[in-house]
């Protein structure tokens, strides 16, 4: 029933930036840490970065300084801008997020995933 759809995964030159979006809907109670993860071929999924509902962030050392995760609760979608991108961060990009769908049951979601590619 609660479904995340994420957008505005393409393709960059190095240096380039891109703003990816993820919006949840359906019964949603409320959101607690929404995540962006990302897989490049050949290699598990990482974390990149994730955020609280209060708004504190948290990133992994490579991407950190270049990329910024946010959100609009009101809207109920989540943010990753990405600055300075390096062919490095190629991959599939998911949105993850622990959605509350009555008061007492949480859940976590994954989005379809969302292409990047960096060229050089």
């Known amino acids: 029933q609660v479904q995340l759809v994420e957008s505005g995964g393409g393709l960059v030159q190095a240096g380039g930036s891109l703003r990816l979006s993820c919006a949840a809907s359906?019964?949603?109670?409320?959101?607690?840490?929404m995540r962006w993860y990302r897989q490049a071929p050949g290699k598990q999924r990482e974390l990149v970065a994730a955020i609280t509902s209060g708004g504190s962030t948290n990133y992994i050392d490579y991407v950190k300084g270049r990329i910024t995760i946010s959100r609009d609760n009101a809207q109920n979608t989540v943010y990753l801008q990405m600055n300075s991108l390096k062919p490095e961060d190629t991959a599939v990009y998911y949105c993850?997020?622990?959605?509350?769908?009555?008061?007492?049951?949480?859940?976590?979601?994954w989005g379809q995933g969302t292409q990047v590619t960096v060229s050089s």
């Open positions: 993850n997020a622990g959605i509350r769908v009555s008061a007492n049951y949480e859940y976590e979601y």
């Open positions: 359906g019964s949603i109670y409320s959101i607690n840490v």
